[in-house]
T-cell receptor, first 115, second 111 residues
Framework: DAGVIQSPRHEVTEMGQEVTLRCKPI?????LFWYRQTMMRGLELLIY????????DSGMPEDRFSAKMPNASFSTLKIQPSEPRDSAVYFC?????????????FGQGTRLTVV | GESVGLHLPTLSVQEGDNSIINCAYS??????FIWYKQESGKGPQFIID?????DKRQGQRVTVLLNKTVKHLSLQIAATQPGDSAVYFC??????????FGTGTSLTVIP
């Protein structure tokens, strides 16, 4: 398995533009997580899905952020409109199931820069 | 060890020495813990895990110790190598819930 695949690896966009980050979890994994990493706040959980259903989105900063998981092999994180403070590395991770003592496997991340 | 705040704790060790990285977790109900290693430009990578019914677990060159009384986790790396230089995160998990990560500790191995 190629692991968790994220695209793009890097994204530079202007303030106000829409940004879509993509994630393909490991095949067979039932849970998917979106994290944001910054120097100021470390790794923050934004949202996680179990069997394609959003379970906890309390970490989503505001309404500008939305996430979808239309099927078991694909998820998107969208920011509209983007702002400079959204600049961060966004990670997607997947696990066999949320909790239940199984580790999460991370993708390589998408480095987002909003100018 | 790890701490809440803006500054990433750092640890510098000589190549060949043992390293100990500490973590204080927050939720006494957490029952599963993981140590991750993150190299520059990469995502966190699983190193070793431990469940709350254990207090010690050993892997290859790594040992994790869990003290539930004081909610403390440590990662010991034996014979530290330059390739071990990275940021190390502990993560706690409660069954059916998500992973919560500490702020990380930066390990630098001096050749």
């Amino acid at each position: 398995d190629a692991g968790v695949i994220q695209s793009p690896r890097h994204e530079v966009t202007e303030m106000g533009q829409e940004v879509t980050l993509r994630c393909k979890p490991i095949s067979g994994h039932n849970s998917l997580f979106w994290y944001r990493q910054t120097m100021m706040r470390g790794l923050e959980l934004l949202i996680y899905f179990n069997n394609n259903v959003p379970i906890d989105d309390s970490g989503m900063p505001e309404d500008r952020f939305s996430a979808k998981m239309p099927n078991a092999s694909f998820s998107t994180l969208k920011i509209q409109p983007s702002e400079p403070r959204d600049s961060a590395v966004y990670f997607c991770a997947s696990s066999l199931s949320a909790g239940a003592g199984t580790e999460a496997f991370f993708g390589q991340g998408t480095r987002l820069t909003v100018v | 060890g790890e701490s809440v705040g803006l500054h990433l704790p750092t640890l510098s060790v000589q190549e060949g020495d043992n390293s100990i990285i500490n973590c204080a977790y927050s939720n006494s109900a957490s029952d599963y813990f993981i140590w991750y290693k993150q190299e520059s430009g990469k995502g966190p990578q699983f190193i070793i895990d431990i469940r709350s019914n254990m207090d010690k677990r050993q892997g290859q060159r790594v040992t994790v110790l869990l003290n539930k009384t004081v909610k403390h986790l440590s990662l010991q790396i034996a014979a530290t190598q330059p390739g071990d230089s990275a940021v190390y995160f502990c993560a706690e998990n409660m069954a059916g819930n998500q992973f919560y990560f500490g702020t990380g500790t930066s390990l630098t191995v001096i050749p």
